[in-house]
C-alpha cells in the first residue's frame, strides 16, 4: 500500500496505493543487501512521522530483477540507489530511490517543503517496507554528465539552454532557503527523449537552512565543483555562494569539455582550486568568458547569485547566435588540445 506524508506537509501523493492493501509481505534478507545505501545516518528532520507504514511485497523476479508490490525494479548503471522501475499493470515507467527507513524522512525533508518547479523532480510515489523505503519519481533520459562526457563538448546556444534550466532550479531552491551543497552535472537529468529539458533529480542532500544566514561548516561534495573557501576556511561559509562556484564548473564543463581545475592527484587538484587560476579557451565568446569570471571567483561575496545570473545577456546572445550555427567558425566546435587520464575528465 503506497504511503501518504502525514498532513503537516505540504506533498502531493499522485498515485493510487500500489501494493493494493496486501499487509502480508516481508522483505527477505537478499533483498536488504541488494538495495544497502551509503549515505551517512543524521537527525531526523520532519517533525511528525508519515502514515504507518506498509510492507510491500518483495521478492526476486527473473534475470536478477526485483518485485516490490506492482513495480519492476532493476538497478541503474552508473547511480547508486537508483532503479528503473516498471508498473506491471499500467506499464508506466519511472525512477525509483530507495533509502533506509532510518533516515529517508530526512532525504525526502526538502521534497515537502519546496514549492513545485518544472525544473526539479517531483516525488510521484512512496512505498514504506520494514527496511526500506522506495521514493518513485518520473522516467528520466540519462544524466548531464554522461551526457557531456559523450559529447565532449556543447555549442554556447545548446549549453545556453540547458544551463539557463540549471540555473532556474538553483534559483527556486535558494529563494526558498535551500542550499544544494552537492552541485554537479550528475545531479541534472534530462525529461524528454530529445534532451532539451533538464531537472534536478532529487533534493535528498540539499539543506534547509534556518533563518535568514546560509552560513555553513559541512566540508563534502565532489572534489572537482568544491569552491576555495571550503577548501580553505576551518569556520563557516556561505552555502549560496559555494553553489555559485559548482554552478561556474559546470557551465565551465559545458563550455570547453572538461573541468577548470583537473589533477589526479587530490592535494594537487585542491591546490589548483585554492588559487583559482584557469584557462578559458579563445574560442568562447566575451559574453561566455564574462560570465564564467563572473561564476569562477575566489572571493565568494564578489560572485553573481542565480537570481543575476538568470539575467544575464549571455543567454539572450547565444540564443541569437544559434540561428546561425551552420556560419559558425569550425574553432568554435573544436575541444582544447588536452591530454586527460581516464578518471581526470569527468569523475563526480
Not at 66 to 78: K, T
Not at 85 to 94: P, S
Request: proline fraction near 6%; include cysteine.
Amino acid at each position: 500500500m503506497s504511503a501518504r506524508w502525514s498532513a503537516s506537509v505540504r506533498h502531493p501523493c499522485l498515485r493510487p496505493p500500489a501494493c493494493g492493501g496486501d499487509k502480508r509481505c516481508v522483505e527477505p534478507e537478499s533483498e536488504r543487501a541488494a538495495f544497502s545505501e551509503s549515505s551517512a545516518d543524521t537527525a531526523a528532520y520532519l517533525a511528525h512521522p508519515p502514515a504507518a507504514a506498509a510492507s510491500p511485497v518483495t521478492r526476486v523476479a527473473p534475470q536478477g530483477l526485483s518485485r516490490i508490490c506492482h513495480f519492476l525494479l532493476a538497478p541503474m548503471a552508473g547511480r547508486c540507489g537508483t532503479h528503473s522501475a516498471l508498473h506491471v499493470v499500467t506499464g508506466d515507467e519511472f525512477v525509483c530511490k530507495v533509502f533506509n527507513m532510518s533516515h529517508y524522512q530526512e532525504k525526502m525533508r526538502t521534497h515537502s517543503i519546496l514549492p513545485a518547479h518544472r525544473n526539479i523532480a517531483q516525488i510521484k510515489d512512496i512505498i514504506l517496507g520494514d527496511q526500506k523505503a522506495y521514493v518513485f519519481f518520473d522516467k528520466d533520459f540519462g544524466d548531464m554528465h554522461t551526457f557531456v562526457k559523450g559529447c565532449r563538448k556543447l555549442s554556447e546556444e545548446r549549453a545556453s539552454r540547458l544551463f539557463y534550466q540549471v540555473v532556474s532550479a538553483i534559483a527556486h531552491c535558494h529563494q526558498a532557503g535551500i542550499v544544494l551543497g552537492d552541485l554537479k552535472l550528475r545531479k541534472f537529468v534530462f525529461s524528454d527523449e530529445k534532451r532539451t529539458h533538464l531537472r534536478l533529480e532529487s533534493l535528498e542532500d540539499a539543506h534547509v537552512l534556518e533563518g535568514d544566514s546560509d552560513s555553513m561548516s559541512e566540508k563534502h561534495g565532489c572534489p572537482a565543483y568544491v569552491s576555495p573557501e571550503i577548501l580553505s576556511r576551518s569556520g563557516s561559509y556561505s552555502g549560496k555562494c559555494a553553489d555559485m562556484w559548482s554552478l561556474g564548473v559546470m557551465l565551465y564543463t559545458l563550455l570547453v569539455g572538461r573541468y577548470p581545475f583537473h589533477d589526479a592527484d587530490p592535494g594537487a587538484l585542491f591546490s589548483k582550486i585554492r588559487r583559482g587560476h584557469y584557462c578559458l579557451p579563445e574560442s568562447l565568446s566575451p559574453r561566455a568568458r564574462c560570465l564564467l569570471r563572473s561564476l569562477l571567483r575566489r572571493d565568494p561575496e564578489e560572485r553573481l547569485t542565480a537570481a543575476e545570473v538568470l539575467v544575464h545577456p549571455w543567454f539572450r546572445d547565444a540564443h541569437e547566435a544559434g540561428g546561425a550555427e551552420q556560419e559558425t567558425n569550425v574553432a568554435d566546435q573544436t575541444v582544447p588540445t588536452f591530454s586527460p587520464e581516464p578518471d581526470e575528465l569527468l569523475f563526480c
